[in-house]
């Protein structure tokens, strides 16, 4: 039995400690939101965060987990309901295509903006050259980067339904 | 006669004998009706009114459109949906929206024809019209397709602002006979019609039942540019929150209760069959229930799909033998050349796209001739989301949750492939991570659901990257053959163009340039390699071979590439002012630095201009690519910001496949197998990309492919200014700039 906790929730899996987190994530608690897309870490579809630190899932045994704390998208957003600000970021951008690789081009994201609160555009490389991103939004990514780095008030005032009416979000 | 345009020889879709019968079509397409009856059932819920096939409306006023396109990152149900509210007078908050059933009702058959011609040639007699006409048309192809770039310029002109016009008619209507008043005193705005004499206002919702008893106008007054409201705004995409939060529900997110999971193994040479297998010690793995033979793969079903692709590797497979088990991309190569050069001696060549002009005379009279011969690899779509479909079958019913860029056309290729009436297949369908052409077709959810019937258990088929990889439906690779004639002035007079893969759109390999004599023909030189359209189709070749061919004509006639492709388009004034604005935003002619350049590409694809400006520098013997500038020209922007997303992303990817990309065949098998041996753009090696808008008078254009052809051509471009190297073979990859390739011309 493999125990750990996953966005905040403890979580025991009887599962073969060789099987990689991605799988625990998607098909024993249902997480579906770290995405399979390669299954040898070359495209960062699978990213979360294992005891802070972003990690290739679907090559990370199960085992390695043990005893850890498990972030996955689901579990960015913040206690109120509110997103995160790199998520909100990412909205007003309009960074998205398809979808599928975004889950992990944010966790991604979110570990870069812990360890470097303001990243100039090496370091935006460094950090997310390993997602890949198939509709090439690249510019749109680097963007929402700099702007939830440029502001941190972002946090907790974001109101999703100011996007959806297509205004600008009040930075304060 | 309404015009369907020419119908090309090799149909993608694989509808070709129910394209082939237009007069079917049009008799079919002359009948009209309402099909609200037909559809409320699927569609509508206690107290939702239906205004047409395409609008439903509650008592509250929430109107919701129903769009018969599915989202795989183009976003255009967002845009579809504005077009609609924009001609409905709706306001923008009332209204929602629900992909189409995949049902009959809701084919799109006739846009999918449009695909297959390469431009859609709407028949007059379709335009405009809400339901029936529309309807029966597409319903004559049974196909409810996303790609040829034709959601906004189709389903949105002809639909989905027809259904918006005609139900704020029917609203207006209702408003009149409610209040007595003549319908030219009313005003429509928000969601409300309002009467000023008698200050009287009116919500959709509470006039929704009464509109519905009014049968749609086919042909409602269609809002001039100038009274738009929300076309030609930006408004937030409504999937994005869902895409961000990890909520999306992607095919492969599809979850049936009891299901289990599938890995597959599909027989590495194309064609070849499953001759015999082992499983004995698959079969003593853990959570292993089945192995079973496809015929041309071998899967595994297990209780978790990482215990199924590990014993996958433990399934000791024998495939038959086939002619093509010694093919290789360097014998296709030769191939394709040896036939070209036949085609040249006039020995089987099977069509022309334009013979105008005496090109003898030309070729015998021009004081300089330039030959080139070039040629593009295979390329796989490597969507994001590799390959899935989930299956359940039971008492006679089979359904398949997936992500499809034709769900009825998935559905029908399960019927057929199970023996089963259409009506026992039901597609749920699902946000796609990437399609570009590649969900076009359903041979994934056809294996799930052989599986899901084989084994009695629902079933969630994945393929590795690897499979992915080697069983893609592959862009072709191709070979086109030049030689151009220059006078002593340096004029372009004559333009020889040979090459084989034609497919669609038709119109791919023509110039927009004036050149007197023009000889552009084809010849066939098929291999055993299965393909199918890939963003752009054969805009994809077409658009790197012709314009960068035309950069090494300029080079011959000691001319400015953009000045001379400026002075060939004297009649065509959108073209040309398209090209003179990439120029003055790139800052075409200002010096650059040693090892730097810039190259130009201008392209006419899916009804849409694009010209783009590369800068490129070399460092260490690699080509950086470092600014992108794009002037693009879709008629009408009706999504700025969506139309700007879209060349970003159709520039990438192209780029991708121009840096990169390559597919390699060896002893009959693709060798190609993730992300090391086929690369694509990362955030380190993206360039800054500017887009740049022009709204011109002409017909709306596509968005979501035309952003593709012209990268290569102007990369390659560059690298000629940079470097003085010819780049006339993709991928750019495979060149070594640190010493000079000294190609031979091939005579042809």
Redesign the interface.
Known sequence: MITMTVNGEEQSLD??PN??LL?ALR?NL???????????A??G?CTVHLNGTPIRSCVTPVVAAQGGAVT???G??NADGT?HPV?AA??VE??????????GQ?MSAVALLEQNPNPDDAA???A???????????????KAIKRAASDQAMVGIYD?SK????EEVDHG | MADFGKITRRAFIGTSAVVGGGGLILGVALRRGDRREQVADMVAEDGEQMLNMWIKIDEAGQITAILPHS?????AQTVLAQMLADEMDAD??DVSFVEAPVDDEYANGILGQGFMLGDAKVPSILIPTVAGVFHQAAKALIQQITGGSLSIRTTGVYGMRVAGAAAREMLLKAAAGLWQVPESELVAANSRVSHKASNRSASYGELATAAARFEPSPTPTLKDPSQFTLMG??????????????????G??A?VPGMR?AALKAAPVFGAQVARFDDSAARQR?GVSDVLSLGDAVVVVAE????A?QALTDVQIEWTATDNDTASSTQFSEKFRSDLAAANRGEAVTGADREVGDSVAAFESAAQVLEATYEVPFLAH?????MNATARFADGQCEVWVGAQNPLGYRNEVAAALELENEQVTIHQH??????GRRATGDVAVQAARIARATGTPVKL?W??AQDMQHDIYRPATVSQFRAALDADGQLIGWDNVFHEKHEPAEAPLIPYSVAAQTIRYTDSPTHVPFGPWRSVDHSQHGFFTEAFLDEVAAAAARDPYEMRREMLANKPRHRQLLDEVADKAGWGQPMAAGQGRGISLQESFGTLVAQVVEVSLKDGKIGVDRVVCAVDAGFAVSP?GLA?QM??????G??AAMYGEITVADGAVQQT???DYP?????D?P??EIHIVNSDAPWGGAGEPGTPGIAPALANAIYAATGTRVRQLPVSQYDFEYRIEEQEELI
């Open positions: 599962v073969d099987m990689p799988w098909e249902a997480l579906t939101g770290t995405k399979f897309g390669c299954g040898l070359q495209c579809a996955t998208i689901e960015l957003g997103m998520q990412w909205l309009q960074a998205p295509q398809c979808g599928y690789c975004q889950s944010i935006i490389n460094a997310m050259s390993g997602n890949i991103c198939r509709c090439g939004m690249y510019g749109r990514i680097r999703p996007v959806s009416q297509g | 989202e795989m990152g183009q976003g923008w908050q705004t930006d408004v937030p995409r409504r999937d994005l929150p869902s895409k961000v939060n990890g909520s999306a529900q992607f492969i997110d979850q999971y853990p978790g799909y990482w215990q692709e490597a969507c994001m989301e590799p946000f796609m991570g990437g399609g570009f994945i590795s990257r910001n997303a970003e992303s159709g520039i990438i990817y780029l991708s993730a992300f090391h694509v753009v990362r955030m380190n993206a800054a990309i």
